[in-house]
């Protein structure tokens, strides 16, 4: 998603993507971290077409992600590691749980 604000701080333009989900195991919630970028750029891109802007009426760039979604990145290379794991994932739920003091299942100790 992309939201382009002028000058007086109020909105002129915005796009949104939807990303394909993947499921690769029951409870596991996954995005490609390629498409991601992808769909920011198109919709960076789309809101300053609607807009009339270009890059240089551009001031500052605002970003923030899908709640708890993680990307480990390359370093080196600037490959993404592994597919992004989506905030809706239970893979690390019961690690969660045993740091907050609860046992599985959300119950208190």
Sequence with gaps: ????????????AKDQLD????YPQPGWVE???????????KCCESAMSKAGASKDDVAAIGITNQRETTIVW???????LYKAI???DLRTSE??????GKG???KDK
Excluded: M, N, S, Y
């Design 1 to 12: 998603r992309a939201l382009l604000f002028g000058k007086d701080g109020q909105p002129k």
């Design 19 to 22: 990303l394909t989900q993947h």
């Design 31 to 41: 995005h490609d971290p390629k498409e991601i970028l992808d769909a920011v750029v």
């Design 74 to 80: 390359d370093r080196t290379t600037g490959e993404p």
């Design 86 to 88: 989506v905030w809706l």
């Design 95 to 100: 690690t969660a749980a045993k740091l907050c």
């Design 104 to 106: 599985p299942k959300g």
